[in-house]
């Protein structure tokens, strides 16, 4: 893997966390709508702000984003599945005919 595609990866991963944190903002937002004053929704949106400036964070074990499977784990996944073909004539199944 060449330093592009990492760096692109690298952007892909920033852009989808920091997405899914504005989401979280905006669900929580809804959900206490009048509860909030101005103040509090703001620091809602500075934690999405300090996700975008801040590129790269420890890694902690009560973060929202350990919940995710990271793409290494998806592969594992897919190539530990073993799918078997049908043998030629066999009736029903997955066989081309």
Known sequence: MNITESLFRWF?????TASL???????VQHLLRRRIGARLRYALWLIVLVRLVVPVFPHSP??????????????KAVSSL???????GAKGGNSVK
């Open 12 to 16: 892909i991963a920033a852009t989808l």
């Open 21 to 27: 944190a504005a989401i979280v903002v905006i669900f």
């Open 62 to 75: 009560v973060s929202l984003f350990n919940a995710i499977p990271t793409v290494t784990e998806i592969k």
């Open 82 to 88: 073993s799918f078997q073909q049908d043998k030629p």
